[in-house]
């Protein structure tokens, strides 16, 4: 694909998805990596319509399916949900693969639904350690909501603040430039992956993709069923996280939200206790069963 087709294909699409989807049709379209996407049925036919005029190749699956989000993260979800044969009644989201040849789209189609996980993630451009990870932890996440984030953490045993590259945490905002769970926190093999993706959206459009390193440069605090904070642009001294309440995302706008806004900083006790302070006054110490804290830098 050169350059004015890479072009024509982000003027067309940015705006019209969010972030990561852009990333990962642009990926796709430069043979970089195959991707896959949901799509609700009824715009399916916009939507090859589109992807095909810019030249990538697309498989769909003739099975659909009803979303569950996971609980209090912004619409993120984890897990399949219901499937529905491709004749049901009922609307749903049709799973399409797409690269830039026609062999890539359906290997990576017939992989998924063969349970062949290794060959998908390898299609996908997923490291084989972190490929490796997620499969030995597919059963350990299945039991709550289907996310890895708290395991990649307590497999992680180097000291925050982690590489800014492998922040994960992210995604749940948009503008993440990983499409997969690291293994740990400091894989050099999924930071390399994150910065080859940015260093490529930078030739197309390096304003937008500096976005996403703004955002890798944040502080997550992450709890199961409670949310999943961000604190962009907080800067990390002595164990603090020094932060402005105007730079503060949620995925929930309940307690958790009001009270880190009513701090400016943000105290990293280990990675699964914060103390929420503003100067010298304690705002909230925060001891939650499934709280995860993450510092990147
Ligand atoms: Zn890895």
């Known amino acids: 694909m050169g350059d004015a087709a890479q072009g024509r294909l982000f003027d067309d699409i940015v705006g019209r998805f ?20 949901e ?37 993120w979800a984890n897990q399949y949900g219901l499937e529905l044969p491709i004749e049901s009644p009922h609307d749903g989201f049709l799973m399409v693969y797409l690269a830039a040849n026609p062999e890539d789209a359906l290997a990576a189609m017939r992989a998924e639904h063969a349970q062949q996980d290794d060959e998908f993630g390898g299609l996908l451009g997923i490291p084989r350690c972190c490929r490796q990870s997620y499969i030995e932890r597919i059963q350990v996440a299945a039991a709550r909501q289907n996310d890895y984030l708290p395991l990649v953490l307590n497999g992680t045993s180097a000291a925050q603040p982690y590489p800014y590259l492998n922040n994960i945490g992210v995604q749940y905002f948009d503008y993440c ?5 690291p293994c740990v926190f400091t894989c050099p093999e999924s930071a390399r992956v994150a910065w080859e993706s940015y260093e490529y959206l930078a030739t197309i459009s390096r304003d937008w993709a ?24 907080g800067v990390f001294r002595d164990g603090w996280v020094h932060y402005e309440r105007e730079h503060v995302k949620g995925t929930l706008n309940g ?22 302070a503003r100067g010298s006054r304690v705002v909230q110490e925060l001891r939650m069963p499934d709280l995860c804290v993450m510092v990147f830098a």
């Open 18 to 37: 969010p972030a990561i989807k852009v990333r990962e049709f642009l990926l796709a379209a430069a043979g970089r990596k195959t991707a896959r996407t």
């Open 39 to 75: 799509v609700s049925e009824r715009k399916i036919h916009a939507f090859v319509d589109l992807m095909e005029r810019h030249g990538l190749r697309l498989a769909i699956h003739d099975r659909k399916y009803v979303h569950a989000p996971d609980a209090a993260k912004g619409g």
């Open 177 to 181: 430039l990983l499409s997969f769970y």
């Open 210 to 233: 500096n976005k996403f390193l703004a955002r890798h440069r944040s502080a997550i605090l992450y709890t199961e069923y409670e949310g999943v904070y961000l604190l962009e642009n």
């Open 255 to 276: 307690l958790l939200f009001q009270l880190l806004g009513e701090g400016d900083r943000l105290q990293v006790v280990d990675s699964h206790q914060a103390v929420i």
